[in-house]
């Protein structure tokens, strides 16, 4: 049983940076997505950034791309996302997410965080 934990969300101006952890704990991050995704008020979740443990490519959304950096830290078991030249449009709440597979590419799990509010505005 696998357990997330956002952290690093708050308050910040337009044009600013935040850094948002997940601390994932309770298996391991061998052939593992780790994302993290978004949801705003009145509006779907979308996914914002994604990060493979197998070769640590990565994936972004169009919005994220050039603004945010996913990455991992295997050893300490924690993902990172950096959040820089934000906008009032990236105002939401963060959720990070763990889907593995085993060998065989079968869904394994697919664990979800609480999620951080992550609040761009002046």
């Known amino acids: 049983q696998g357990q997330l934990v956002e952290s690093g969300g708050g308050l910040v101006q337009p044009g600013g940076s935040l850094r948002l952890s997940c601390a994932a704990s309770?298996?391991?991050?061998?052939?593992?997505?780790m994302s993290w995704y978004r949801q705003a008020p009145g509006a779907e979740r979308e996914l914002v950034a994604r990060?493979?443990?197998?070769?640590?490519?990565?994936f972004y959304a169009d919005s994220a791309r050039g603004r945010f950096t996913i990455s991992s830290d295997n050893a300490g078991n924690t993902v990172y996302l950096q959040m820089n030249s934000l906008e009032p449009e990236d105002t939401a709440i963060y959720l990070c997410?763990?889907?593995?597979?085993?060998?065989?590419?079968?869904?394994?799990?697919?664990?979800w965080g609480q999620g951080t509010q992550v609040t761009v505005s002046a």
């Open positions: 997410n763990a889907a593995g597979r085993d060998s065989r590419g079968i869904l394994d799990y697919n664990y």
């Open positions: 990060i493979y443990s197998s070769d640590g490519s990565t």
């Open positions: 309770g298996f391991t991050f061998s052939r593992i997505a």
